[in-house]
């Protein structure tokens, strides 16, 4: 990493250089006068929260936006990123978190999709050509696959090779990559940082987007951080400290270590699992939660706890054991569990938690439509004046109760799927991941609204794959291990050890 | 990662919604027609022929407004125009037997809610996709319809039950008086119960729905059995106007009913659209086609220029909606 900081001292003139950016949307600055440089061979992170302007500068860059104020200098020349093709003329290729494969294609359809090598025959393809080109690409950045597999059949992370093979074979000399281990395991990550390492090597410079601390420090020669569209500032991991770097990002002191007042004394039984199974695959279930208690649900991804989430909520059926809530047992569909006071929050809040189209307020009500309109009769203002309260209550930013809850950003989303369960006054909160894909600030707002909800009386059962929160939040943990409970942490018990430990197969 | 360029290209909603915009754009349209008939055709605003577009428009609204809420929850009920027909014959039956237009009126009712009903049990217990679902339930219903009549014809039936399709109250035909309650009554479900806020959420998002506590089986079954009413309603209104029943009367009744639905806004992808909409639709659909009757263009043109309308208004529909969202 020394050799690239060598080089970039060296070599003054930046690859590209962006100044005085400025793109403005009706209502909103995305960007504000950012001035932004990338060096040759070097991995240029880019941070900020949902919403600081990441992906605006990232599509003003590959031209897919028209910046409104600005210039670019390319190698110290000045020229226009007005279209696609003049970033694709630059060497600039974005690789974003949905990739843009064909999936019914083979690999080497995908890398030269548009641009295959034309066969003797008019209107024919090279079919031995596209192979063979497609071989070489892989072979630059050390991918060993049969370029004739289809992209189907591949993995996330594979897939995200073929993406970069695809930019590679463009003589792309900037990849911008968005979030790009947000989907990937440990291993894939590893070999992901080990391309990024060999592409630098290679001159191949990369802006990359990321959430994740530990990335940033691992990967950046350079940082820098924009927050409400304007850059705050560009350093060197050397020269600063992850809280330093929250700070730029958040613009005020956020506690990382998300505070929770733990009761002295845990409530009454509200939730009873007993022996529960099901042929979504988990067996023997038997989890106890009570009011004013924070119980996680942990284990390795795969092992069954959204299963167990969703088998209490009643969207699987069970196969056997018993569901005893407040003290009444209880098997049925959803509309049951959430007339008695259970609450979901599921993982994918785009296809499972919101109807994306509909405005915040019909969905903030969704969930309350018999307590809100006893009568049966609905109120359009009355349900957007409670929307209005419970968009207070969460801070949720929204130009409106009457907005399109697709236009929010992840942590706006996810305070719109928990709203429409305090509106219904639900008393258990079963969270599947509710920080994924949100940004640090909203995420410490939702574990004070958490908080506060079971201060209140009410409980949660909580499953994260981020160790950290469980440690932080939990009263005690369960931890799940192949469709079973392996164990269970007390609060004194409660570290990422013995998480990993009880989770790990054969342990 | 989102956004704030997203949010911020969306403006905050104006005053009037969505739908408010989309019906006012229909009601222009509906004028437009009407503007250009009446200058092409000196009989088009004649009272009588205005009567006749209204009470031509209230017969598909009463299949197209049960098929309205169907397609909200992203679904489709191809059977309508067959049950109309079952429902017309049995009604028709029990009329002759029994001497009792109430009782006859009842077992149309009763028949095309039944067959409603059916068809949402198959939608949800048996989850067979409402396309597929209906579709099998069209040729069931046909099968039995002409099995049952064997090719015969029901004919003449008490002046009081004619009354119902071709008597008038006040100077306006009873139809059209239907067509205000049931235009009411579809729009007041539809948009100020809890039960029509929860059809709008299922077709929104089905799985969303279901997981934010919605009975979506019990709502489903609802809407079906509401259509499959609605077409028994149809089919009295039928049997009562043309004053008799015979098997195939249903057959040109689905599409059309189907198009009045698309042409009134409400979106076959689901959450989206109006009662009233589909109204407007229907109106649409019979002034154009009772505008080239008066300009005595050739009815071999009428699928044509239906379909035309169809597209042309699902694609106008897109283009709006799109600018917006």
Request: proline letters at 4%; aromatic letters at 6%.
């Amino acid at each position: 990493m020394s050799d690239a900081l060598a080089i970039e001292v060296t070599s003054p003139v930046p690859l590209l250089e962006l100044r005085g950016i400025s793109k403005e949307f009706p209502g909103v600055k995305a960007l504000d006068d950012v001035s932004f440089a990338i060096f040759p061979g070097e991995v240029h992170m880019l941070l900020g929260e949902n919403g600081a302007g990441k992906s605006s500068l990232m599509k003003v860059l590959c031209g897919a936006y028209r910046a409104d104020a600005g210039e670019f200098y390319h190698e110290g020349k000045k020229v226009a990123i007005a279209s696609t093709a003049d970033a694709q003329k630059l060497g600039i290729a974005v690789i974003f978190q949905e990739f843009s494969l064909v999936p019914y294609l083979d690999i080497a359809q995908n890398i030269f999709l548009g641009r295959e090598p034309k066969g003797r025959i008019p209107g024919t393809i090279d079919r031995r050509g596209i192979l063979a080109a497609a071989k070489r690409v892989l072979d630059t950045i050390g991918f060993d696959i049969d370029p004739s597999t289809t992209v189907d059949k591949l993995g996330v992370a594979q897939q995200q090779m073929v993406e970069i093979a695809k930019a590679i074979s463009q003589n792309a000399r900037i990849l911008v990559m968005d979030e790009p281990t947000a989907a990937l395991s440990d291993r894939e990550t590893e070999l992901l940082f080990a391309l990024i390492a060999r592409l630098k090597a290679d001159g191949v410079s990369i802006v990359y987007i990321s959430h994740r601390m530990a990335e940033v420090f691992a990967l950046g020669d350079r940082i820098t951080v924009l927050r409400d569209g304007r850059r705050i500032d560009g350093v060197r991991p050397a020269d600063v400290t992850p809280d330093q770097l929250v700070r730029m990002m958040v613009g005020r002191n956020v506690d990382m270590t998300y505070p929770r007042n733990f009761a002295d004394k845990p409530g009454e039984l509200l939730l009873e699992v007993k022996g529960l199974s099901s042929s979504t695959g988990i067996s023997d279930i038997n989890i106890e939660v009570r009011r004013g208690e924070i119980v996680g649900l942990c284990g390795l991804v795969g092992s069954g706890r959204s299963e167990v989430a969703r088998a209490i909520f009643g969207a699987d059926p069970t196969s056997a054991g018993e569901i005893i809530f407040d003290g009444k047992s209880m098997s049925g569909e959803p509309d049951l569990a959430a007339r008695r006071g259970i609450a979901l929050i599921p993982e994918s809040r785009k296809s499972e938690g919101l109807a994306l189209l509909r405005s915040v307020s019909d969905n903030l009500v969704v969930s309350a439509l018999r307590k809100l309109f006893p009568s049966g009769l609905f109120d359009q203002r009355a349900a957007q004046r409670a929307s209005d309260c419970l968009i207070r209550q969460l801070r949720i930013a929204t130009p409106s109760a009457r907005q399109t809850v697709g236009l929010l950003s992840g942590g706006n989303q996810q305070k719109v799927v928990i709203g429409k369960w305090l509106a219904a006054g639900s008393k258990l909160f079963i969270f599947d991941e509710p920080t994924r894909g949100i940004d640090i600030g909203a995420k410490s707002e939702i574990f004070a609204l958490i908080d506060r909800l079971v201060a209140e009386g009410a409980a949660a059962l909580m499953i994260s794959s981020e160790q950290v929160e469980i440690c932080h939040v939990c009263d005690r943990a369960y931890v799940m291990r192949e469709g079973r409970i392996a164990g269970h942490l007390t609060r004194n018990e409660l570290t990422e050890e013995n998480i990993v430990r009880l989770g790990m197969h054969h342990a | 990662m989102t956004d704030i360029t997203k949010e911020a290209m969306m403006p905050p909603r104006s005053f009037l919604s969505q739908d408010a915009i989309q019906v006012f754009y229909r009601l222009l349209a509906a004028f437009l027609i009407c503007a250009v008939l009446a200058v092409l055709s000196d009989s088009f605003l004649s009272l009588g022929n205005i009567l006749n577009v209204l009470r031509q428009a209230s017969l598909t609204f009463f299949i197209a407004s049960g098929l309205t809420l169907v397609v909200l929850t992203a679904g489709l009920d191809l059977s309508v125009g067959a049950n109309v027909a079952l429902s017309a014959c049995i009604a028709g039956t029990v009329i002759h037997k029994t001497g009792s237009p109430a009782l006859g009126i009842l077992a149309g009712l009763a028949c095309g809610g039944l067959v409603g009903l059916l068809n949402g049990v198959m939608v949800t217990a048996l989850r067979i996709p409402s396309f597929i679902a209906t579709y099998g339930m069209l040729w069931v219903l046909n099968g039995l319809t002409y099995w049952y009549m064997a090719g015969e014809t029901l004919h003449g039936f008490p002046a009081g039950f004619r009354q119902i399709g071709s008597g008038y109250l006040f100077g306006l035909p009873i139809p059209v008086y239907l067509l205000l309650v049931f235009l009411g009554i579809g729009t007041l479900f539809a948009q100020r119960t809890i039960w029509g806020q929860e059809i709008y959420a299922i077709g929104a998002n089905p799985v969303a729905a279901r997981l934010s506590g919605i009975p979506v089986a019990r709502r489903l079954l609802l809407v079906y059995a509401v259509s499959g009413t609605m077409a028994g309603l149809a089919s009295i209104i039928f049997l009562s106007r043309l004053n008799s029943a015979e098997a195939d009367i249903g057959e040109s009744l689905t599409l059309p009913a189907i198009a009045a639905v698309l042409i009134g806004g409400t979106s076959l992808f689901g959450g989206v659209g109006t009662v009233f909409g589909t109204f407007i639709g229907a109106l649409i659909l019979t002034l154009v086609l009772n505008g080239m009757n008066l300009l005595s263009v050739s009815a071999n043109w009428q699928p044509l220029v239906t379909g035309i309308i169809v597209i042309l208004a699902v694609w106008l529909d897109m283009k709006t909606r799109r600018r917006t969202s």
